[in-house]
C-alpha cells in the first residue's frame, strides 16, 4: 500500500476508540431506547446497556489516552490526526449527544424537544472543539476549553446522576461551553496520565457495581458521577495556578536580570 494509506500502531488504537464510540451509540438503542419505544419495562436490561455505553465510552477515552503517546513513541502515520479528529466525533461528540437524547425520551419528568436541542448543542460543541484544536496554537502542556473526552464524561455523569430536567439541562450546557471556552486545561502527561487511567478503571467498577445491582451500586455511581463535575470544574485551576507561577518567576528574572 501507498506510505500515505498504511495504518500505524497508534491508528489502531484511534480506530478501537471509533469502534467503541459506535457501540456506545448501539447499546444505548437496544438497550434503552427500543425496549422504551417498544413498552417493555425491564429496567435491568436498561441498567446493563446504559453502563455498557458508558463503559465503552470510558474504554474509548483510553484508547484516545494512548494514541497520541505511542504515536510519539513509535510512528504516526500521515492520516494519524484526521483519524483522532474523526473518532473522537464519534465516541465523544455522538455518542454522548445521543445519550442525552434519549435521555429526553425515557426520563419521566425530561421534556423531549427541549433534550434534543441541548443534545445538538453537545454535539456542535465537540465539532467547534475538534475544528480549533487543529488550527490553533496553545501554551505547550495545556488544552483549550475542555477536552472532548472529559466533556463527554462529564455529559453522561450529568444524566446518570437523574437529577431534576432542568439541572440536568443546565449542567449539560454548561459542560458544552466549557469545551468551546479558553479555559486552560493540563494535558494528561506521565503521573496526571496515570491519575486518569486509574481514574477510568474506577469508574468502569462503579459501572460495574451499578449495573449488578450491588448493595453499594447506587451509591458508588453517584458518588462517581459526583467527583467527574467536581473534577471538571477544579482541574482547570490546576492550569490557571501554574500559569500564575509561571508569570511570577519570569517576572523574578527579569527583575534580576536588570539588577545585574
Known sequence: MPLSLRLSI??????????????????????????????????????????TAVILMLAAAIFD??????????????????????SDLISFGLAPAYFVLVYGMVA?????RVAALAAIVVL???VLRLARFSIVTVPSGTFQGMPSPFGALTVVSIVL???????????????????????????PRGKSAVAMLIWIVASMGMLVAWAAGAPSGELLL???????????????LFATARR??????????????QLQ
Open 65 to 86: 489516552l494512548f494514541d497520541g503517546q505511542v504515536a510519539r513513541k513509535l510512528r504516526a502515520s500521515p492520516m494519524g490526526a484526521e483519524l483522532d479528529n474523526l
Open 10 to 51: 497508534a491508528d489502531t488504537l484511534t480506530l478501537g476508540n471509533a469502534t467503541c464510540g459506535f457501540m456506545a451509540v448501539y447499546f444505548t438503542t437496544t438497550g434503552i431506547l427500543i425496549p422504551h419505544l417498544t413498552g417493555s419495562q425491564e429496567t435491568g436490561m436498561a441498567r446493563h446497556s446504559a453502563a
Open 108 to 112: 419521566d419528568d425530561a421534556h423531549q
Open 124 to 126: 456542535l460543541a465537540v
Open 222 to 236: 453517584q458518588a462517581g458521577c459526583a467527583l467527574q463535575l467536581v473534577l471538571g470544574a477544579v482541574i482547570p
Open 161 to 187: 446522576l437523574e437529577l431534576p430536567f432542568v439541572a440536568t439541562l443546565l449542567a449539560v450546557l454548561g459542560t458544552a461551553w466549557l469545551m468551546v471556552s479558553r479555559v486552560e486545561y493540563p494535558k
Open 244 to 257: 500564575v507561577n509561571n508569570f511570577r518567576d519570569n517576572r523574578r528574572e527579569a527583575r534580576a536580570a
